[in-house]
């Protein structure tokens, strides 16, 4: 099953803003909502975004999302040492049927 | 509040088999798909398989095709996944994700080592 497209790393530091791209096909981001989390060392991903740019209740508006084609993108504003993590989008994909992940972004605070 | 608690991991051989549970909670259950994702130690999420909100429909990753079975009991809230000839790359955090994949459980832990 073949993954969609994360940068391995970025790195920012406090304060900065960055950005971490999700590339995939027609068949997923091009047609579907895509999910953004985070995953911090030994814990479960926690969703960041989803649908159109909606946030869970408890995650705060620094973390946006936004999709062109097919490729997305999330947006961390206002970088703390804490926003230290992994972070993956994930897309519903029709042609496979199935649910497909990025690789994964590490993302460090300097 | 949605609680998703896996229960069933276990060290296991090559070749042998094991059954996962998810306990579901705080949400009407027969109303959403259930899925099952996986992570290896220090590797990316791996989405596994999926079950429709009534059980009428499964689909499968390429990787576990005709090897893992997903189900569900919609009368006690629980969604499985048997797995069968498990493989050493197999060996995975377990995690039970409702629907759209908006909540997650903990995880379980499956190893397959000889």
């Known amino acids: 099953q073949s993954v969609l497209s994360q940068p391995p790393s970025e790195s920012g530091t406090p304060g900065q803003w960055v950005s971490i791209s999700c590339s995939g096909s027609t068949s997923n981001i091009g047609s579907n909502n895509v999910n953004w989390y985070q995953q911090l060392p030994g814990t479960a991903p926690k969703l960041l975004v989803y649908g159109h740019n909606q946030r869970p209740s408890g995650v705060p508006d620094r973390f946006s999302a936004s999709k062109s084609g097919t490729s997305a993108s999330l947006a961390i504003s206002g970088l703390l040492s804490e926003d230290e993590a992994d972070y993956y989008c994930a897309a519903w994909d029709g042609s496979l049927n199935g649910w497909l992940f990025g690789g994964g972004t590490k993302l460090t605070v300097l | 509040e949605v609680q998703l608690v896996e229960s069933g991991g276990a060290v296991v051989q090559p070749g042998g088999s094991l059954r996962l549970n998810c306990a579901a909670s705080?949400?009407?259950?027969?109303?959403?798909?259930m899925n099952w994702v996986r992570q290896a130690r220090g590797k990316g999420l791996e989405w596994v398989a999926l079950?429709?909100?009534?059980?009428?429909?499964?689909d499968y990753a390429d990787s576990v095709r005709g090897r893992f079975t997903v189900s569900r009991d919609n009368s006690q809230d629980f969604v499985y996944l048997q797995m069968n000839s498990l493989r050493h790359e197999d060996s995975a955090l377990y995690y039970c994700?409702?629907?759209?994949?908006?909540?997650w459980g903990q995880g379980t832990q499956v190893t397959v080592s000889s």
């Open positions: 705080g949400f009407t259950f027969e109303s959403y798909a």
């Open positions: 994700v409702q629907g759209s994949l908006l909540k």
């Open positions: 079950i429709t909100w009534n059980g009428g429909k499964t």
